[in-house]
């Protein structure tokens, strides 16, 4: 897949507008997860480099900046900067010359949220992770909850699923 026209020229206009160079900033959230088929994306979340964070939006909350665009909190990540994001290409991989952080680290971030929306999110990048060969589990192993932990979360997930399904005609 790739991302889509509207929402490359919604990045495009937000880039030019704060002359920002698309090598500063990387592509975080659901953006992601449409990008490799799980879903679509309703919005467009971002990380930017820290220098140019603090110099144009002097500001460390989520700052939205169009209906679609929002400058994400920092750091997006537990385990790595934004900046180590955004400058390492084993944390990031390039789609349509824009940085779009790896599904591991948006699986990480999704596991500790663990919010509803999440769920379903978790179980696809799961699925997801065992039919990648590029999935590098080393990126977030030891910064996973437990596996007991992890096991509640999916069996929770589960029978969620399986009174959502129970529930249709």
Known sequence: MTILSI???EIESFLSSNQIDKKDICLVGSLSLAHIGI????????????AIRKAKFNDNNTITISNKIDIVNSP?????????????????????GYKVVTPELLYHKKIWLNRVKDQKDIVELAE????????????????LPKKNFIRRVFNAILNRLKDICLMRP
């Open 76 to 96: 997006w990540s537990s385990i790595f900067s934004d900046d180590e994001i955004i400058e390492n290409d084993k944390l990031h991989y390039i789609v349509n």
């Open 39 to 50: 879903r679509e994306n309703k919005d467009i979340d971002l990380i930017i480099q820290s």
């Open 7 to 9: 929402d490359l020229a």
């Open 128 to 143: 997801f992770a065992k039919m990648s060969s590029n999935w590098d589990w080393g990126l977030i192993q030891s910064h």
